[in-house]
């Protein structure tokens, strides 16, 4: 059963960058699979950011693709989200998942960033 | 990018009842859509992909039919633990989007 495991700061700064990793346990990152991050903003909807291949190749959403960076650690079975230049409206909770067949069927249990001075 | 329009935005219904849950694309998904369930403070879960077919795990009373632009997600006798958020994703296209959701709440 593969577990997934958000993990980085709970405040960022405004203008500053937000930095995740998503710690993969129960199968090996490099297998198969896309591996994705979701946001939900306090009280909100889903957006999907993007999504990385094991091999490194990404799918981002338009509207924050000029601000995202996602890579994969194969060494540390982790994957990690990098969001700049963020502004108030880049508070939400983060989860990372699993994606089968572009279907989010694992997620981890999310964590809440703050964007405040 | 392909909108997702769900409805009604907030279900009251009671245990035991039938609940119906509607999502309509922008644009043709074809079968290429599915439903998520979220409880508060929880991940979302995956019940239906690929319009009709439950996830593993997911009990027989959760249902999904449409295809194209309307879809519809049944729970055929609501347990109390079905109170909650859902929501449908289309993997048709990217990006990848979500409906807004509905919330099923007790009545």
């Known amino acids: 059963q593969v577990q997934l495991q958000e993990s980085g700061p709970g405040l960022v700064k405004p203008s500053e960058t937000l930095s995740l990793t998503c710690s993969v346990s129960?199968?090996?990152?490099?297998?198969?699979?896309?591996w994705g991050w979701i946001r939900q903003p306090p009280g909100k909807g889903l957006e999907w950011i993007g999504s990385?291949?094991?091999?490194?190749?990404?799918d981002f959403n338009p509207s924050l693709k000029s601000r995202v960076t996602i890579s994969v650690d194969t060494s540390k079975n982790q994957f990690s989200l990098k969001l700049g230049s963020v502004t108030a409206a880049d508070t939400a909770t983060y989860y990372c998942?699993?994606?089968?067949?572009?279907?989010?069927?694992?997620w981890g249990q999310g964590t809440l960033v703050t964007v405040s001075s | 990018e392909i909108v997702l329009t769900q409805s009604p935005a907030t279900l009251s219904l009671s245990p035991g009842e039938r609940a119906t849950l509607s999502c309509r694309a922008s644009?043709?998904?074809?079968?290429?859509l599915a439903w998520y369930q979220q409880k508060a403070g929880q991940a979302p879960r995956l019940l239906v992909h690929?319009?009709?077919n439950r996830a593993t795990g997911i009990p027989a009373r959760f249902s999904g039919s449409g295809s194209g632009t309307d879809f519809t997600l049944t729970i055929s006798s609501l347990e109390p633990e079905d109170f909650a958020v859902y929501y449908c994703?289309?993997?048709?296209?990217?990006?990848?989007?979500f409906g807004g959701g509905t919330k099923v709440e007790i009545k």
């Open positions: 990385i291949y094991h091999s490194g190749s990404t």
């Open positions: 129960g199968y090996s990152i490099t297998s198969a699979y896309y």
């Open positions: 994703q289309q993997r048709s296209d990217w990006p990848l989007t």
């Open positions: 690929d319009a009709s």
């Open positions: 998942a699993k994606l089968w067949g572009r279907w989010f069927d694992s």
């Open positions: 644009q043709s998904v074809s079968s290429y």
